[in-house]
Structure formats: structure tokens, C-alpha cells
């Protein structure tokens, strides 16, 4: 088995994956406030979709390796660093230092839920 395609791997790329759709659905519509509020809805459930085409398997294909807290816990952390680099590259907004903190001691969370 390829090493991308193993059950400690793929789970981790897909869930990357899916959470660049989930933050476009959540939070890309911010570009477009001019928009009627019903069809940013009706967008973000769109791209939402292909969002749970990754995220329910990568969990399925991850429970083998992983228990469900740390694929649960691998999942925020991957939504912070997605969301933090969406913020800046997308929105146009820097990550401010108390925000960066914020977001380190929750990896630090992560770390503690990873020990055996």
C-alpha cells in the first residue's frame, strides 16, 4: 500500500481536503456581502456537500488507526491552520497575535490528546 493511501495518511489528507471546501462554504461567501443572503446560503450547501465526501470517509478510513477523540481533535486543529491560512490568502485578513496564541494553546490541547 502507497504510503499516501495508508490508514494513518489518507485520513489526514482527506480531512485538509474537506476542510479547505468547509471553510469556502462557511466563510467565502464574506467576499460577497453584496449577495442576497438565501443565495450564499444555497452556494455554501453546494460546496458543503463535496466537503462531507471527504470528511465521512476520511473518518470511516481514519477509525482504523485512530481513535474517535483524535480524529476528532486532528480535525481542529487542520480547521485552524486551513482557517488561518484562508484568512490571509483569501480574505485579506492577517491573524492577529492574540488569535495566533488562542489557536496555539488549543494545538497544545491537541498535543495532550495524542499522548499514550
Given at each position: 500500500?502507497?504510503?499516501?493511501?495508508?490508514?494513518?495518511?489518507?485520513?489526514?489528507l482527506?480531512?485538509?481536503?474537506s476542510?479547505v471546501?468547509?471553510?469556502f462554504?462557511?466563510?467565502?461567501?464574506l467576499?460577497f456581502?453584496?449577495?442576497?443572503?438565501?443565495?450564499?446560503?444555497?452556494?455554501?450547501?453546494?460546496?458543503?456537500?463535496?466537503?462531507?465526501?471527504?470528511?465521512?470517509?476520511?473518518?470511516?478510513?481514519?477509525?482504523?488507526?485512530y481513535?474517535?477523540?483524535?480524529?476528532k481533535t486532528?480535525?481542529?486543529?487542520?480547521?485552524?491552520?486551513?482557517?488561518?491560512?484562508?484568512?490571509?490568502?483569501?480574505?485579506?485578513?492577517?491573524m492577529?497575535?492574540?488569535?495566533?496564541l488562542?489557536?496555539?494553546?488549543?494545538?497544545?490541547?491537541?498535543?495532550?490528546?495524542?499522548?499514550?
Open positions: 500500500m502507497p504510503a499516501l493511501a495508508s490508514p494513518a495518511v489518507l485520513p489526514i482527506m480531512l485538509l481536503a476542510n471546501f468547509m471553510t462554504a462557511w466563510y467565502g461567501h467576499r456581502k453584496e449577495h442576497a443572503l438565501w443565495l450564499v446560503v444555497l452556494a455554501s450547501w453546494g460546496i458543503a456537500f463535496f466537503e462531507y465526501w471527504l470528511a465521512v470517509p476520511a473518518n470511516r478510513i481514519g477509525s482504523a488507526f481513535s474517535p477523540a483524535e480524529l486532528m480535525q481542529e486543529v487542520i480547521t485552524l491552520i486551513v482557517f488561518a491560512a484562508f484568512t490571509a490568502l483569501y480574505l485579506k485578513e492577517p492577529s497575535l492574540k488569535q495566533l488562542g489557536f496555539g494553546f488549543i494545538a497544545l490541547g491537541a498535543w495532550f490528546v495524542f499522548q499514550r
